[in-house]
Nanobody
Framework: QLQLVESGGGSVQPADSLRLSCAASGRTFSSFVVGWFRQAPGKEREFVAA????????YYADSLKGRFTISREIAKNTVALQMDSLKPEDTAVYYCAAKWSTLVAGSKAYAYWGQGTQVTVSS
């Protein structure tokens, strides 16, 4: 069984940056595709970004390209999400998730989920 734990959330001001981290335990993390999702109050969970097991391929939500960067730190068994130029509309609970095989955006394809970390962007 794969366990995922997110960290790095917090409260920041608009235009600030945050770096989220997803740490894995229980299984070899490097075998999985890892994705980040977010859910704002009253809204559905939405796809943010995903990275292949090797780190060689990435996939982003169109609206977030250029501001968010996903990366894989294989030696640390973690996946990071660097978020720059944050906006109030980025406020949400951010989740990391893992799945086998291909990079996809659909949350239902991901079998393993963390508990989430809150990101609040407000002046």
């Amino acid at each position: 069984q794969l366990q995922l734990v997110e960290s790095g959330g917090g409260s920041v001001q608009p235009a600030d940056s945050l770096r989220l981290s997803c740490a894995a335990s229980g299984r070899t993390f490097s075998s999985f595709v890892v994705g980040w999702f977010r859910q704002a109050p009253g809204k559905e969970r939405e796809f943010v970004a995903a990275i292949s097991w090797s780190g060689g391929s990435t996939y982003y939500a169109d609206s977030l390209k250029g501001r968010f960067t996903i990366s894989r730190e294989i030696a640390k068994n973690t996946v990071a999400l660097q978020m720059d130029s944050l906006k109030p509309e980025d406020t949400a609970v951010y989740y990391c998730a893992a799945k086998w095989s291909t990079l996809v955006a659909g949350s239902k394809a991901y079998a393993y989920w963390g508990q989430g970390t809150q990101v609040t962007v407000s002046s």
